[in-house]
């Protein structure tokens, strides 16, 4: 069923779903290695859970945001199989109007408060 | 890698916690994701931070799959109004029934009275302390080796007002303490002091007693809540008595009281009922060997003979359940049958329906669903059906409330029968809860035996239907116990109805009439209002006869009795004294065995004659030996001029032995005038009451009502009961029904293909009808042989519980199982309807 024409704004986006879009983009991953990912990007401030990571990636499935590639053994970390993802079309265009949101309240907030060089 | 067994099979553990679906899905991951992270580095915030994750993210996932499940389950519902819409039926008949009876046995037998420390609180029975003088009383109680306070307390009904404008009020007078021991505080002004006693009879006498606390009810109605009523008088039965004080809201002991006033002590009364509070660390066993004891003790004191019975004494809140108590326990033990047999029912049906579903839940699981997943669907729906049901179940139990309200109203004000009690909700959530869990097992269990890939083997089949064949044997086993109980309470109610009473009430009007404190007080005036009022309605169209009596039968509370005998010899027992007017046993029906009625003449002549009931003849000889011989007592004797029937008067003192006096001083303390009319009562009643009126504006005149209405009323409980019983068997009989035509319409439509191949091989529709109508009656006979057993067992404690409930006889067992029986073949019959529609040729050509 294409959930897709139900909801179309999908926006705001939750962070750990945008942190996950981000990291897909780059190519296909696994959860422990998107949480890796995401803690490292974020400076360790956004540490999701088991959870929380796989309670968005069901949800994300769902949306048809990401979906799964294949399993297979991660080279870097052991030899055992996990479960890789991958970003969709839909999901890039989501990630897309997530951005082009946030850019928008980023001018916003500059032209109201100033934005200083270095925060 | 510090592979840490014990925290992952912790880990392992909490994954359960996930709904089925998540939990297939991710549960795998999720482990290595943990083992990955405790590669990191195991510690006390690892812990803590999966905490907070599961803390997050099992409710969010809990959400999501639940609310899938039920927008699944609507969907289903949608497709099957009717089968939802029963089962939702019968589950909340049964769950609001429940619910309903239980806040009747809630209010009454489980909540604490609204009295301080009302576990304490004892109602004592055949007990009088003594009670001739306030001090012998007061002595008594102040040296009570188990009891830390006692007092008495009698009521009677008064007139309350004065000139012109009156109404009845139920009255107590009590012993000075009455109020301080239960506890009970006056929202205004204050309760008796010991001075305020008196000593005497009467319910106004005036003297240091004639004070007044009245009921919180009254105050509002009488002084619209002004606190000036203090100090003001009120008139009983045209005496003053000053107002001290008023109730707390809601306070109405004794018997509906709006009145209290201090009582009057005196040698001969026996009205007196008598409660106390146990000491400190009496135990009931204790108190109930004390009283027995203290019975013997004071007994002498009172000058009587010593009774057979000995005194007793019960929790004050038995005491006012009393006889309410069993009845609305046999209800509950109806009502949890009906709803077992509900649940039954639609486990029944939803056993079916997952049957049905196979392909469904065969593809499901293919697609990877797992048996816990598909558990959790088919819980789900058992959930949101009790859900359902507990909703629509709520009408049924505020509807039950009402109704009970209304018939068998509680004992005291305080004591409202409420489904909104922290009690009866979690009752009805547990009920809910529990039958859920009962009839959903069923379908789950089934669920967990769906294959994947393809359908299910034969024997599954056949497993399903002796699962579905041994619920029904199962619901009749349970409606054939509910049969015998209606039939047995039903026969007892016929029987109380049918008994003969000794008077034909049928055409007979009765009024009520007051002349205490009314200008006609005195013995001659009463005479004379009594003698003109007959004059008036005996003149009136259609009256057959009229006359009075001081009590009506089935009506009596507290007569007057005596140990009446015959020609001046001591009578061996009470008999019960009434006095009436000439022609009482032709208005009211009587049935005169020898002798003559009393007459006009009688009263003209002053005769001093009786009429004593056949139950006090017999003693003496036959009822014509009686004739011309003297009853009574000492040198107060009547002449007997005839010899009647007996007359159920429902009083506990004296059985059938009754003398009936020719009254000469009629209407103290009330007089009931008895008209016997031709043609519909109803036309009567008010010329009737219009013509006392007339008579004299002043003297009240209440309670005008047939004798039938009398019954009614009288009989209202033990009909409510029976109608309740009835009911609830006949719901159980329809539920038993339809769960076996649902068993024999799906095993018709299983196997159409089968029937018309054997329908093509020769055998006509009729045989294969005729045969399933045997495959179907069978769970029928199975279910009968243990529900006899039972029904033989729940007999017995009908008997214990229902005066004059008698256990059913072979006839009415069998007649029950035929009963069902016979109402099964019906439906049986009528499922099987398509076999004899079977098109062969269409059949065989999908062959």
């Known amino acids: 069923m294409p959930i897709r024409d139900q909801s179309p704004d999908l926006t705001p986006l939750s962070p750990a779903v945008f942190h996950i879009l981000l990291s897909l983009a780059e190519g296909e991953r696994h959860g422990y290695a998107l949480r890796r990912e995401i803690a490292q990007r974020t400076g360790g401030k956004l540490k999701l859970g088991p959870g929380v990571l796989y309670g968005s990636i069901h949800k994300m499935l769902e949306w048809e945001l990401i979906e799964e590639s294949d399993e297979r053994p991660d080279p870097h970390l052991d030899d055992e199989r996990r479960r890789y993802y991958r970003i969709t079309p839909y999901g890039r265009k989501v990630a897309q109007a997530e951005a082009a949101r946030m850019r928008d309240l980023v001018q916003l907030a500059a032209a109201r408060f100033g934005v200083p060089k270095h925060a | ?847």
């Open chain 2, 1 to 847: 890698m510090p592979d840490d067994p014990l925290s992952l099979r912790l880990y392992r553990k909490l994954l359960k916690l996930y709904p089925a679906g998540f939990r297939d899905q991710y549960a795998a991951a999720m482990e290595r994701a943990f083992r990955d992270e405790l590669a990191e580095g195991a510690g006390i915030a690892l812990w803590l931070r999966l905490l907070v994750d599961l803390a997050v993210s099992v409710p969010a996932q809990f959400a999501r799959e639940v609310a899938q499940d039920a927008r699944h389950t609507l969907r289903l519902w949608a497709a099957r109004p009717w089968h939802t819409g029963f089962a939702i039926l019968a589950l909340a008949i049964g769950i609001g029934a429940n619910t309903g009876v239980f806040s009747v046995v809630n209010a009454l037998l489980l909540r604490s009275l609204p009295f301080r420390d009302p576990e304490r609180l004892a109602s004592f029975q055949l007990f009088f302390p003594p009670h001739d003088t306030a001090r012998h009383f007061h002595d008594w109680r102040t040296h009570s080796e188990y009891l830390s306070d006692a007092a008495m307390w009698e009521t009677g009904d008064v007139n309350l007002g004065g000139s012109g404008e009156w109404r009845r009020a139920r009255v107590a007078q009590t012993s000075w303490n009455f109020f301080q021991l239960l506890g009970t505080q006056p929202v205004l002004g204050r309760t008796f002091a010991p001075n305020e006693e008196a000593e005497g009879s009467g319910w106004g006498t005036p003297g240091p007693n004639a004070v007044a606390v009245i009921g919180y009810g009254l105050w509002q109605s009488l002084y619209g809540g002004d606190a000036r009523a203090l100090g003001s008088t009120i008139r009983l039965d045209g005496n003053p008595l000053t107002v001290i004080g008023v109730a707390p809201p809601g306070f109405d002991y004794p018997d509906q009281t709006v009145i209290w006033k201090p009582a009057a002590y005196s040698e001969n009364n026996y009205g007196w009922i008598t409660i106390g509070r146990l000491k400190p660390g009496i135990t009931w066993v204790r108190a109930r060997f004390e009283v027995v004891a203290d019975g013997y003790r004071v007994w002498p004191a009172s000058r009587r003979a010593p009774r057979s019975n000995p005194s007793s004494l019960a929790p004050l809140r038995d005491e006012l359940a009393g006889p309410i108590k069993n009845a609305s326990l046999v209800l509950m033990g109806c009502v949890l049958l009906v709803l077992l047999i509900a649940c039954t029912n639609v486990a029944n049906l939803l056993t079916a329906r997952t049957a049905d579903r196979t392909a469904e839940l065969s593809i499901r699981s293919a697609l990877g669903a797992s048996r816990a997943r598909l558990c959790q669907q088919l819980l789900t729906e058992c959930v949101l059906l009790s859900l359902a049901a507990a909703v629509a179940g709520l009408f049924v139990a505020i509807a039950t409330v009402s109704i009970t309200t209304k018939l068998q109203p509680a004992p005291l004000a305080a004591q409202t029968y409420s489904i909104l009690d922290g009690r009866v909700l979690s009752f009805a959530i547990g009920v809910s809860v529990l039958s859920g869990l009962l009839f959903g097992i069923l379908p789950s269990l089934y669920a967990g035996r769906v294959h994947t890939f393809g359908t299910r083997s034969s024997t599954d089949t056949r497993r399903s239907r002796a699962v579905r064949e041994l619920l029904v044997a199962a619901q009749v086993m349970l409606t054939i116990v509910l049969l015998t109980a209606s039939i047995s309470v039903g026969r007892a109610f016929v029987h109380l109805m049918n008994v003969d009473r000794g008077f034909d009430r049928s055409g007979v009007i009765t009024a009520m009439v007051s002349l205490i404190g009314t200008p006609r007080e005195t013995d001659a005036s009463r005479l004379m209002y009594c003698q003109e009022a007959l004059d008036r309605i005996r003149r009136l169209p259609g009256v057959r006869s009229a006359s009075t009596t001081q009590t009506l039968p089935i009506d009596a509370k507290g007569g007057m009795g005596g140990p009446l005998g015959l020609d001046g010899r001591p009578g061996t027992s009470n008999s019960a004294v009434i006095p009436v007017m000439p022609d009482y046993f032709r208005a009211m029906g009587g049935q005169i065995l020898a002798g003559r009625e009393f007459t006009e003449a009688d009263m003209q002549s002053n005769a001093s004659v009786a009429i004593v009931s056949d139950v006090f003849a017999r003693e003496y000889g036959q009822p014509a030996e009686l004739i011309g011989r003297l009853v009574g007592s000492g040198n107060y004797l009547r002449r007997i001029v005839g010899v009647v029937k007996f007359m159920d008067y429902m009083t506990e003192c004296c059985g059938y032995k009754q003398v009936f006096l020719l009254s000469l001083t009629p209407g103290w303390p009330r007089t009931a005038f008895v008209v016997r009319v031709t043609g519909p009562t109803e036309d009567h009643i008010a010329r009737i009451r219009a013509t006392l009126q007339s008579v004299d504006p002043q003297v009240p005149v209440f309670d005008v009502k047939t004798m039938d209405e009398r019954m009614a009323d009288q009989f209202a409980r033990p009909q409510f009961y029976k109608t309740a019983v009835l009911f609830f068997a006949a719901f159980a009989v329809l539920l038993a029904t339809i769960g076996i035509y649902g068993i024999v319409s799906y095993t018709v439509a299983r196997r159409t293909h089968e029937m018309g191949v054997r329908m093509a091989l020769g055998t006509t529709a009729e045989r294969l009808r005729g045969a399933l109508l045997g495959q179907g009656l069978i769970p029928i006979a199975a279910g009968a042989v243990p529900g006899i057993a039972l029904a033989i067992l729940s007999g017995r404690v009908l008997e214990s519980l229902v005066e004059g409930a008698k256990s059913v006889d072979a006839a009415a067992y069998a007649g029950s199982v035929l009963f069902i029986a016979a109402i099964a073949a019906v439906g049986i019959w009528i499922a099987t309807r398509p076999v004899a529609r079977l098109d062969i040729v269409e059949i065989l050509r999908t062959e």
